[in-house]
């Protein structure tokens, strides 16, 4: 049982450093051929986004704003599949990632 608490005790630390790296990650994700990036933290919060002033059109505003949803879509995936890269080993032994509250995954 003693072994059991102490295997246990390791996870949590390791998803806790893992989580921590994943806040600390930066991906970015891009549309338009690269006229709006957005960068989102690995766990998913937005921390940039930046706009060509090419893609600026005071006429044509809905395709920016597409273009922004696009690229923060882009961003979030990739930081979806990092979460998956980092915490997919750790949460393997855990039922394979699923029902695991607190995680996004």
Do not use: C, H
Request: glycine content about 14%; charged content about 20%.
């Amino acid at each position: 049982m003693q072994q059991l608490l102490k295997q246990a005790q390791k996870m949590q630390e390791e998803l806790g450093r893992a989580q921590q790296e994943l806040a600390e990650a930066k991906v970015s994700g891009s549309a338009g051929g690269g006229l709006v990036e957005a960068t989102v933290t690995g766990s998913g919060e937005l921390v940039a986004l930046t706009i060509a002033p090419a893609a600026v059109d005071p006429e044509d505003t809905e395709t920016l704003a597409d273009l922004v949803l696009a690229a923060v879509r882009d961003a979030n995936a990739a930081a979806q599949k990092l979460q998956a890269e980092r915490m997919g080993p750790l949460t393997q032994g855990l039922g394979g990632g699923s029902g695991i509250p607190g995680l996004p995954f």
